[in-house]
């Protein structure tokens, strides 16, 4: 099976980043990339690559390099479809939000008009590549509608779930742990293989049975997402014992069962897949009468929402029991460093909590826009989008944020925010001048001894 036109559907943030670097490592396969959305296209085609819809430190120069060349991004999606020999399902999974599995399944409604569609159109044989992440058993559903309304052409379907993470996707994609590819067919399995052996040492090729790519992805998310709760309980622990948590981090984290990374405590994660993922997963588990296993993941989901409402009520706390008109600075939305992504950042929680209580924000984020902002919180339909614009102001600079600010707190560790002119805020403050950080991102002994009242999350 030889791969000559690959077409991806949804140009999101893996379909973006993942079919660049497979363009750039593979000049001689043209690669397309579809979406629905036609702004979202028109932004992947626009000359200025500083202003492509997912922003990742190094994907402009990959994009530079392809886009044009072998790399396309367009709203033809029946074309490309009918023109491709394998096609990857990059599209959102989310948590469904009505009827049965409401608040925990994954919606696959996207996946599905993407089956649809393909054998509705196809009129040669195609490998269909799942990329998205989907619970386990989903290529069963895929091959199922496939096979009954396709037109008699052969699809073979395979699960290739993707690892990156924003922030460092074009590193993640350069320099891969491993790529899981879940097959029955061994041509099609092959075929795949031949596209990421262009870069990837074949040692990292992991190949396995359809159920075990599907559910690993799953799995590798719920790990992740349990090491972090796993620290962040700890975090609460410190605190009241006068223990460190990047001391007690660094401590375990030097045993090699263990393991350094994913060990930093921080006021919750977030982020459109860890809970998503968790969520689906003791849903399946659930849906298999497996309600230990489903207690035992949900509690990472349970630690998570807990740090998140830790960390507003320990603001309100610390300034004498209220917030009530005073106005508390954001520096950061974002869910991490390094994206223009606020999916599920606990930006949105802690803001919506300190909102409940009549706080005045002020946010400034170097990468997210305002109408985002505004949005994320609207989404949440706690309060009208006026009364969020009326007590939320968005700021292009950090020092104006901070300007008559009782309080400034840390959400994203962007770098930039550790060498601000920190004198130069706490003269704009209003005093005591209080500092929460919950991503331990700052010098608390400097910011201290220049007289702020200094917090952060596990000290
Ligand atoms: P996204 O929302 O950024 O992008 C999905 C895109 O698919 C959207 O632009 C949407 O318009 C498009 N789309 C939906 N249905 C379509 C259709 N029928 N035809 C054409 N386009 C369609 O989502 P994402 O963050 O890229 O995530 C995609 C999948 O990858 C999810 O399953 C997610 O769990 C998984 N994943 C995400 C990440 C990540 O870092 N964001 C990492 C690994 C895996
Ligand atoms: C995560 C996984 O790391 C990827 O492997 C996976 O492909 C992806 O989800 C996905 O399926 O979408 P991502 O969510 O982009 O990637 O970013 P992470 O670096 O995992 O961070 C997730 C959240 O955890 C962020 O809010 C981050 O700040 C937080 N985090 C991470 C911590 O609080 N402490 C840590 O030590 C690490």
Redesign the pocket.
């Known amino acids: 099976m030889e791969i000559k036109k690959i077409t991806c559907i949804g140009a999101g943030?893996?379909g973006g980043p993942t079919m660049s670097v497979i363009a750039q490592k593979n000049p001689d396969i043209q690669v397309t990339v579809v979406d629905l959305n036609a702004q979202r296209i028109a932004d992947w085609n626009q000359d200025d690559l500083s202003q492509l819809p997912v922003y990742e430190p190094g994907l402009d120069a990959v994009v530079a390099e392809a886009r044009g060349r072998n790399l396309f991004f367009s709203t033809e999606v029946e074309k490309a479809i009918q023109e491709a020999d394998m096609i990857f399902i990059s599209v959102n999974t989310p948590t469904k939000t009505y009827g049965k599995g409401k608040g925990q399944a994954a919606d696959l409604k996207f996946i599905e008009l993407c089956a649809r569609q393909i054998a509705d159109v196809s009129t040669s044989s195609k490998i269909i590549v799942e990329k998205s992440?989907i619970p386990v058993r989903t290529a069963a559903t895929i091959k199922n509608i496939l096979d009954h309304t396709g037109k008699g052409v052969q699809f073979q379907v395979l699960s290739n779930?993707?690892?990156?993470?924003?922030?460092?996707?074009i590193r993640?994609l350069h320099h891969p742990d491993r790529i899981l590819i879940g097959g029955e067919n061994p041509e099609a399995i092959q075929a795949l293989k031949k596209i990421y052996e262009a870069w990837v040492p074949s040692e990292r090729i992991i190949t396995t049975n359809l159920w075990s790519s599907e559910l690993s992805?799953l799995v590798?998310?719920a790990f992740?997402?349990q090491?972090?709760s796993s620290?962040?309980s700890i975090s609460e622990l410190c605190e009241a014992t006068g223990a460190n948590v990047d001391e007690v981090?660094n401590a375990i984290g030097q045993d090699s069962r263990i393991g350094s990374?994913?060990?930093?405590?921080?006021?919750?994660?977030?982020?459109?897949?860890?809970q998503?993922?968790l969520l689906n997963l003791v849903y399946i588990a659930r849906s298999y009468n497996l309600h230990a296993v489903a207690d035992y993941w949900d509690q990472v989901i349970k630690i998570n929402d807990h740090q998140k409402t830790r960390f507003a009520e320990k603001i309100i706390q610390t300034m004498y029991n209220t917030v009530n008109g005073k106005k508390i600075a954001f520096l950061g939305w974002a869910?991490?460093?390094d994206?223009n992504?606020t999916r599920?950042?606990?930006a949105i929680y802690v803001a919506d909590h300190l909102l409940e209580e009549q706080a005045e924000i002020s946010v400034y984020d170097p990468k997210v826009l305002d109408v985002q902002i505004y949005k994320d919180l609207d989404y949440l339909a706690t309060r009208t989008l006026e009364e969020n614009k009326s007590l939320l102001q968005v700021e292009t600079n950090p020092y104006d944020a901070a300007a008559g600010a009782h309080g400034l707190a840390i959400l994203?560790?962007w770098d930039e925010f550790k060498d601000l002119d920190w004198a130069k805020i706490k003269t704009q403050m209003k005093k005591p001048a209080f500092i929460f950080d919950g991503?331990k991102l700052l010098d608390g002994k400097k910011l201290t001894e220049m007289g702020f009242v200094y917090y952060a999350i596990g000290e």
């Open positions: 943030y893996v992440t779930p993707e690892f990156l993470a924003e922030g460092t996707a993640d992805k590798a998310n992740l997402a090491r972090v620290i962040n981090a990374k994913f060990l930093k405590a921080s006021v919750g994660f977030g982020g459109s897949c860890f998503k993922d869910f991490k460093k994206t992504d599920e950042s606990a994203t560790e991503r």
